[in-house]
């Protein structure tokens, strides 16, 4: 009995930890106290978006080190890249002699053969057949070593350009389109930036950050509208504890749904990477047809990986944004309500923007975007000016509309919509969402998945610690 009280208590612990962490995490990602956005671009500003660069977006778990991850991988990339290069182009001029050799033997001993009968001056071997076939086959020889670095051009500079044609455009259209989902292209950008010449991966790791950005600003939208709830209740604006509860709800939600994407785009990007790595393979297996004709299977799988990396990456985007689309929903019906395109706690996500709100509803809109406009300080907001903003307004509107702002107090009916779409979306939208995904293509190597998991091994270590000292001291009790 004992043992398992310690194991639960571990486990608890562990739980609260982790739990706070994530909490603290998404919260420091948020410039100030969260508690209203009513322009995207006030928001993104709150969230690290640099001249509305969604790639600087913060929050992004483990980035840093993925950028490190992604120079290390370059540099690796390169040195295989100058080890095989000299080694395929020796090949590849061996495989033409060779080539040459056999075709050219192969053509006079069939012209002989066709001319056995005829008179010594009837013996002539027309080699324009064969100049033609050897041509034809010299061409793919030549611009293959030519690209591989052969006769002093091309080599790892010109496949570092060949990568950023390729590759880049489908992390770009990928990062655009889900940027277009989530409805932040009227206040951001995917500037990428300028492509680093000493930087293998840079092509992939631009694009790669402003698909994480965007999907970090959907996540942490959402948490600023349960953080802003968690505020409302704590700074005595309004709510109570259903409220503040309904607030921790969300942000855990998003802290959980935010950890999963990232590693579903780090296994996508990935992929692409090590299209990357074996590029010169590909290419010199162009060089001949019977080659060429043995890879095309592998080549037609690369094609497809690459299609397929920019729809997973609108599709884990869709992902996030029903969900938060399932919020706002329930957000609007409360928040200031009814249903008008309008809420005071989540940012103006998805394209929303106010329908024909009534005078008491423009009367509530101005007074937090006035205390917004007067707590934003380098955009950061500041709790103690909000609510002191706050109070004066409140006290003038409902002075006019009394009970303007009893919405605040919503919290458990918000509560119990919010579990409603949430099973909704749990129990019927995410195994249809899942099946897109699944549909366009099975996850051979799950690069993330393995990478989660290992995070989970190492977690558990203590948990099993625990179950080691529990197990002991019930057999000890016996």
Not at 335 to 363: A, H, I, K
Not at 376 to 387: A, C, E, S
Not at 448 to 464: D, R, Y
Request: with cysteine; proline share 3%.
């Amino acid at each position: 009995m004992k043992g398992k009280i310690i194991i639960l208590a571990v486990k608890i612990i562990m739980g609260a930890i982790a739990l706070g962490l994530g909490i603290w995490y998404l919260s420091s990602a948020i410039g100030g106290a969260a508690l209203t956005y009513s322009s995207m671009d006030n928001f993104l500003t709150a969230i690290g978006a640099e001249n509305g660069d969604i790639a600087s977006v913060n929050g992004c778990f483990m980035c840093r080190y993925i950028t490190d991850l992604f120079s290390v991988i370059g540099d690796a990339t390169e040195l295989f890249w100058n080890a095989i290069l000299d080694g395929l182009l020796v090949l590849i001029a061996l495989g033409f002699g060779i080539y040459i050799t056999y075709t050219g033997v192969a053509h006079v001993w069939d012209a002989t053969k066709k001319t056995a009968g005829s008179k010594v001056e009837d013996k002539k071997i027309e080699f324009k057949p064969w100049f033609e076939k050897i041509s034809k086959q010299g061409v793919r020889v030549f611009i293959v070593a030519a690209l591989l670095g052969g006769a002093a051009l091309g080599g790892p500079e010109t496949l570092k350009a060949l990568t950023h044609l390729v590759i880049t455009p489908v992390l770009y259209l990928g990062g655009l389109l889900g940027m277009a989902a989530s409805g932040v292209t009227d206040a951001a950008t995917c500037a990428m930036g300028a492509v680093d010449a000493g930087e293998m991966m840079s092509p992939v790791l631009g694009p790669f950050m402003c698909v994480i950005g965007n999907v970090n600003s959907v996540v942490l939208a959402g948490a600023a509208g349960g953080f802003s709830l968690m505020n409302y209740a704590w700074l005595g604006m309004g709510g109570g504890a259903f409220t503040w509860i309904a607030g921790l709800s969300l942000v855990i939600m998003f802290l959980v749904v935010g950890f999963d994407l990232f590693f579903q785009i780090l296994s996508v990007v990935f992929k692409l990477i090590f299209l990357i790595i074996f590029l010169p393979l590909f290419i010199a297996a162009f060089a001949f047809e019977g080659a060429w004709k043995l890879a095309s299977g592998l080549f037609d799988k690369g094609i497809n990986m690459l299609i397929n990396a920019a729809i997973k990456i609108v599709v884990i985007t869709l992902k996030v944004v029903i969900i938060y689309a399932t919020i706002s929903y329930a957000a609007d019906s409360y928040f200031p309500g009814p249903v008008d395109g309008y809420s005071v706690m989540l940012p103006p996500m998805l394209g929303q923007s106010p329908e024909n709100p009534d005078v008491e509803t423009l009367s509530v809109m101005n007074v937090f975007s006035e205390c917004e406009r007067v707590s934003l300080v380098d955009g950061k907001m500041d709790k103690d000016k909000f609510t002191s903003c706050f109070s004066a307004q409140r006290a003038m509107v409902e002075r006019q509309y009394p009970g303007a702002f009893d919405f605040l107090d919503d919290g458990w009916d918000f509560l119990v919509m919010m579990a409603a779409l949430f099973a909704l979306y749990f129990l019927v939208l995410r195994d249809k969402v899942e099946g897109i995904l699944a549909s366009v293509g099975k996850e051979d190597f799950d690069f993330g998945g393995q990478i989660k998991q290992l995070g989970k091994n190492i977690w558990s270590v203590p948990k099993q610690i625990a179950n080691a000292v529990g197990k002991a001291m019930d057999e000890r009790a016996i």
